[in-house]
């Protein structure tokens, strides 16, 4: 369902459907970014895909491995390429195409940011816990809303709302120039900042606040998206969204779809339902 040209607000009526083995090479996710840039002339906007089989053969050729520090006491192998490179297939198989994208989920070791305990389902296409009644979302859903919030553009400035652990940022941060990701839970922003120490990302800012009033200060972004879903898309994140920029968000309560927010003109916004899903909560404040 899609609607174009809405004036600010945006109702939920207006955007919920009522039917509803170790690493052989040492390489920093920014030489990884290089890497994958190669790929991104071969993702064309989701305009103007069609249903077809993705190659990751591309993806493979030149393995990008992560640090001794990221592989070290690994005993169940999850730093392995091949079993990334099992999850990305499943993934590319639910229909997500962009090679950029999935090339980052393949570059980012996933088992470094949950417990030791769920390791050996690190890679399984789920959503597991990651403490404080929140979760890891699962690979495919990481990847289709970065897929729909890219849409084969390059990404400069990228929100996100909800860090979590850190492992959607750590994918963002191959995808975009620069990604900026607030933590309303102290625990979890604390959490987020050992996950992602070891890796050396240079381009994540990590903020202790409320997700749903933004950064103000440092918009406008082109792209934002959402881990958590409302009633509604926050009106604050909206006026940070750059003209063009798109946002990916959870609506709903029960029943949740994703939504895809592009804005068109200064107070004018597109909005798409795309498909059902499931998130936490979206809530106000810091604890």
């Known amino acids: 369902m899609t609607n174009t040209e809405k004036k600010f607000p945006l109702s939920l009526s207006s955007v919920v459907d009522s039917r509803s083995a170790h690493a052989r090479q040492i390489a920093t996710p920014q030489t990884a970014l290089k890497n994958l840039a190669r790929g991104e002339s071969r993702a064309a906007p989701l305009s103007s895909m069609r249903k077809t089989t993705t190659s990751l053969s591309h993806l493979t050729q030149s393995p990008i491995a992560v ?3 990221v592989a070290h006491g690994n005993p169940h192998g999850m730093g392995s390429d091949k079993i990334r490179q099992a999850m ?24 470094m940011f949950i417990e030791s305990g769920l390791s050996s389902q690190a890679y399984i296409d789920a959503s597991l816990p990651i403490g404080h009644h929140q979760t890891i979302s699962q690979p495919y859903i990481v990847a289709r809303m970065i897929e729909l919030m890219r849409n084969g553009r390059k990404l400069h400035k990228v929100l996100e709302i909800g860090t979590g652990c850190g492992y959607q940022a750590a994918v963002l941060s191959l ?9 309303r839970i102290k625990a979890l ?13 240079a381009n994540i800012r990590l903020h202790y606040g409320d997700g749903m009033l933004g950064l103000p200060q440092v918009a406008p972004f082109d792209g934002i998206i959402l881990a958590a879903a409302g009633m509604e898309v926050p009106q604050a994140l909206l006026m940070q969204l750059a ?5 990916i968000a959870p609506v709903g309560s029960r029943s949740q779809v994703l939504q895809l927010t592009e804005r068109i003109s200064h107070d004018q916004w597109a909005t798409t339902t795309v498909e059902a899903c499931h998130f936490v909560p979206l809530r106000a404040g810091v604890i």
């Open 67 to 69: 640090s001794p520090a």
């Open 88 to 111: 990305v297939a499943r993934v590319a198989q639910q229909g997500v195409q962009d090679a950029l994208v999935l090339g980052a989920l393949a570059a980012i070791p996933r088992h």
């Open 175 to 183: 995808v975009a120039k620069e990604v900026i990701s607030i933590e």
């Open 189 to 201: 922003h604390e959490l987020a900042k050992d996950n992602l120490r070891p890796m050396r990302i």
């Open 243 to 247: 003209v063009g920029g798109r946002l």
